[in-house]
């Protein structure tokens, strides 16, 4: 039996009526929280969550959950609980919710260094997924986790990150009582970076494919801001051949495919077909092919000695996809001292989880951390909005803060600026296909 204890955190609770807590107005009460994740001898894993003071000491336990084979068998919320306790610990959304997910979270990680079957590689699938459900989430997230079994069968091995590199992230939320309301939302999970792997033989395709990847390592949900847009678009440019390079190139292939011998008889027939035009024509085509064997540009000496040019046959041509840019700007004036730390921890959480990685020998540098982006309608627990455009996963490429964006200098008592202007560029990692989109048009999709 292992276990592990999460650092306290501090969480500020609503504790006045509906009508209060829905407008983010009124009285709250301020506690310290930590919690404890047991691995048990049947293999299920245990959360006790705690009140506790600023040092983690004075422990009052308020909530129990067990899970067992990945799914909840238990959660006791304690008499112990106040009623603005027992109302966080059961909204899943609230700002205690969130605490105690991250908590687990991190005592989990903890856990699992000293497990036995950390040795092994890391915990298993079923310790995973149950270390989700007591954490509050539904488990399946650990179905897709970034494990050497099934993210990387043919890839090459890297090299770990250096210590101190971020892997794990609050969730945050700005106004903070933004769960509580029904307003449409715009969510940024991050994930860890998950490189693309060659395609396996038999498969009957080629190229790279990427793996799957793992669970959120936190989360940013911010109101949909004004001014957001896409566009998709595809990479077409101009294509000149003229007579004489489709002459050349159909000697080339009959040479290639077909031998040299093919090839020379293939070049005398385009001679004699020069031979057999009279006049102009017959003139033009072989001033072509003998500024062509002196190494002179044809359509240059045929302007020149002619007064014209062979036919460019100019026609556009696809020639590949490109990559979506993706824009957001956004203003955040924290209310009070609560929503001026989440603000704070917003602002760390897109700069350093945008931030390139150091491996241990300092040789190599490590993608960034990488996103998934999703307008959702009313409310964070609500569905993905028909009406907006869905991302592919999103590299941050610019991270952008204006400290002073009414123009002068001021802060709260604490330091704290009384507003912030954030931007942020991302771009999509890999491009849109056709096959991308369902056959549902009652959504925009990509």
């Known amino acids: 039996m292992a276990s592990a204890t999460s650092d306290p955190s501090k969480v500020s609770i609503f504790t006045g009526n509906s009508q209060q807590r829905r407008s983010g107005k009124g009285p709250r009460d301020v506690n310290y929280y930590k919690s404890e994740v047991t691995r048990l001898g049947d293999g299920s894993v245990k959360r006790e969550t705690y009140r506790t003071d600023a040092q983690g000491n004075n422990a009052v336990k308020i909530q129990e959950v067990v899970s067992k084979d990945g799914k909840e068998t238990s959660n006791t919320i304690l008499s112990t609980a106040s009623a603005g306790e027992k109302r966080g610990l059961s909204d899943s959304g609230s700002t205690l919710a969130r605490s105690v997910k991250t908590q687990t979270g ?6 699992v260094k000293n497990e036995t079957e950390s040795a092994a590689g890391g915990q298993t699938s079923i310790g995973k997924k149950n270390a989700e459900v007591v954490a509050g989430g539904s488990g399946n997230n650990a179905d897709n986790d970034n494990s050497e079994s099934n993210t990387k069968p043919a890839a090459l091995q890297s090299e770990a990150a250096t210590e101190g590199t971020r892997t794990s992230f609050p969730n945050l939320r700005y106004p903070v009582n933004i769960a509580d309301s029904k307003q449409d939302i715009v969510k940024f999970d991050m994930h860890e970076y998950v490189p693309s792997t060659a395609a396996s033989s038999g498969s009957g395709q080629f190229g790279f494919s990427r793996g799957e990847l793992g669970s959120s390592i936190g989360s940013v949900v911010l109101p949909i801001p004004s001014g957001i847009s896409d566009q998709n678009k595809a990479d077409w440019g101009s294509n000149s051949m003229t007579a004489l390079d489709i002459a050349k190139a159909d000697i080339a292939r009959e040479a290639i495919f077909k031998g040299v011998s093919k090839g020379a008889e293939k070049a005398g027939d385009y001679i004699d077909r020069v031979r057999e035009n009279a006049g102009a024509v017959s003139e033009a085509l072989g001033t072509a092919l003998a500024a062509a064997a002196a190494g002179v540009e044809s359509q240059a000496l045929l302007s020149r000695t ?30 009070d001292k609560d929503e001026a730390n989440e603000v704070i921890k917003i602002m760390r959480f897109f700069k350093q989880g945008g931030a390139p990685i150091r491996s241990k020998s300092n040789l190599f540098l490590k993608s960034p951390h990488i996103f998934r982006i999703k307008y959702v309608k009313m409310g ?36 704290i600026m009384v507003s912030y202007d954030i931007t942020m560029s991302f771009s999509e990692i890999t491009p849109i296909f056709n096959d991308d989109y369902d056959l549902d048009d009652s959504f925009i999709g990509f």
């Open 106 to 111: 991190n005592a989990n990680e903890k856990m």
């Open 380 to 415: 964070e627990n609500g569905e993905l909005h028909r009406g907006l455009n869905a991302f592919k996963t999103c590299a941050l490429q610019s991270f952008g803060v204006n400290y002073t964006p009414t123009g002068n200098y001021a802060t709260y008592s604490d330091g």
């Open 306 to 335: 002619t007064g014209q040019v062979l036919n460019p046959n100019m026609e556009l041509l696809f020639k590949g996809p490109s990559l979506r840019p993706f824009s957001f700007k956004f203003q955040l004036s924290p209310r």
